[in-house]
Each structure stands twice: as structure tokens, then as C-alpha cells.
């Protein structure tokens, strides 16, 4: 039962335009969400989060936007740059420093 | 160090023999959590301690894996007589406290393979 999904393995951008992120999720007592990102023989990095009582979250290019009706939440990325080349994970708990269950990942790929 | 600091990178072990991975959290983080990464998947809950009590030991996948945090801040899990299906990369990660927005900060993780 896979409670968090990214259903695009890969997506491929170019340098400067906006690269979005889709994630689904079917449990409704998640209340937290966070994108992660993974450069290989590297863990995760924390990238931004969100909180079920809020739509929207925004850090600098990073801009995640909740829908809890749909349960589903984007990670947009704009101007998207090479070095943003790498997997995204979306991730989602309970509570807020709980277990986190993981999407699949997608590769982005930004070509300059 | 700064961040979440794991030990062995790398760990070639032959089916059957005992391994040991150990976590370094970052300094002042109470809460653990260890997680199993197939290749091509996402991170797999395994286990999560706060302080050195282990809280939720749900996700370990056999009583061949063990996990224990005894002083609160290392932790080392440690699977025995491992199988081939153990083979992926184990992934530390550590957070302030429960709550109030804390993200999990992770290490860059043990690849463990089983020959």
C-alpha cells in the first residue's frame, strides 16, 4: 500500500524555466509534508516543508503548495538551475519529527 | 560535526555473518530514526528512538535486525546473519524534538551489500 506516490519517475527542464514536482498521498491523518533532495552516494537534504494548516509554503526559488482536498502537493522550482539536478522526495507524517513515508522520487534533470 | 555522520560508507559482508552500522546524530537532536533504501526507492521506515528509548521498532523487518541508542545519542543497528534481501543503503536521521516543524536531518547513509 503505497501511501505516498510520485507517479513521474523523471521529468527534464531547461535552465531558467519552472520545474514542477507532483506528489499524491492517500492517508488523511498526515498533517506534515516535506520535499527532500538526493544527489547520488549522498542522503537526503531537506529542502522545505509545509504544514497541513497552511496552502502554501515559499523559501527563495522553493515554493511547495498543499491541496488537502486532493491530497496533493507540488514543489515548484523557479528559475530552475543545473545544480538542481538531482532526485526529489516527497515525504509526509503524522507529526510534525515523526516517521516519514516516502514517495519513490522523481530525477529532474535542468539542461542548461 | 555538523551533521548526521554514519559509519562503515560501505560494508561488503557474505550471507550469513553479523553486521553492525553505526549513527552519529547531530549533537542535541533527541530524536533517531533509522530507514532502508532499495535501489530505486524511496527511504523505508525502520525504527526510531527518542533519547535512548526505542519508541516504534515497527518497521524492522525481521528479529534479525537490532537497534539500540543506549547513552541517547549513537545509535547502532545491527542485523544478524544477514541475507541477500538485506542488501541496500541504511539511512540515519536525526531531529530536535517531536513537533513544533522539526525536519529530519539525514546522514549520507551505510550501502550494504551481502555477497
Known amino acids: 500500500d503505497q501511501q505516498v506516490k510520485q507517479n513521474s519517475p523523471s521529468l527534464s527542464v531547461q535552465e531558467g524555466r519552472i520545474s514542477i514536482l507532483n506528489c499524491d498521498y492517500t492517508?488523511?491523518?498526515?498533517?506534515?509534508f516535506l520535499w527532500y533532495k538526493k544527489y547520488p552516494a549522498e542522503g537526503p537534504t531537506f529542502l522545505i516543508s509545509?504544514?497541513?494548516?497552511?496552502d502554501k509554503n515559499e523559501d527563495g526559488r522553493f515554493t511547495v503548495f498543499l491541496n488537502k482536498s486532493a491530497k496533493h502537493l507540488s514543489l515548484h522550482i523557479v528559475p530552475s538551475q543545473p545544480g538542481d539536478s538531482a532526485v526529489y522526495f516527497c515525504?509526509?507524517?503524522?507529526?510534525?519529527?515523526?516517521?516519514?513515508?516516502f514517495g519513490e522520487g522523481t530525477q529532474l534533470t535542468v539542461n542548461p | 560535526g555538523a551533521g548526521v555522520s554514519q559509519s562503515p560508507r560501505y560494508k561488503v559482508a557474505k550471507r550469513g555473518q553479523d553486521v553492525a552500522l553505526r549513527c552519529d546524530p547531530i549533537s542535541g537532536h533527541v530524536s533517531l530514526f533509522w530507514y532502508q533504501q532499495a535501489l530505486g526507492q524511496g527511504p523505508e521506515f525502520l525504527t526510531y528512538?527518542?533519547?535512548?528509548?526505542?519508541?516504534?521498532k515497527s518497521g524492522l523487518p525481521s528479529d534479525r535486525f537490532f537497534a539500540e541508542r543506549p547513552e541517547g545519542s549513537v545509535s547502532t543497528l545491527k542485523i544478524q546473519r544477514t541475507q541477500q534481501e538485506d542488501s541496500a543503503v541504511y539511512l540515519c536521521?536525526?531531529?530536535?524534538?517531536?513537533?513544533?516543524?522539526?525536519?529530519?536531518?539525514f546522514g549520507d547513509g551505510t550501502r550494504l551489500s551481502i555477497l
Open positions: 509545509i504544514s497541513s494548516i497552511k
Open positions: 492517508n488523511s491523518m498526515f498533517d506534515y
Open positions: 528512538f527518542q533519547n535512548e528509548a526505542q519508541l516504534d
Open positions: 536521521a536525526s531531529s530536535l524534538i517531536q513537533g513544533a516543524d522539526q525536519p529530519q536531518h
Open positions: 515525504a509526509a507524517c503524522r507529526t510534525s519529527g515523526s516517521r516519514l513515508t
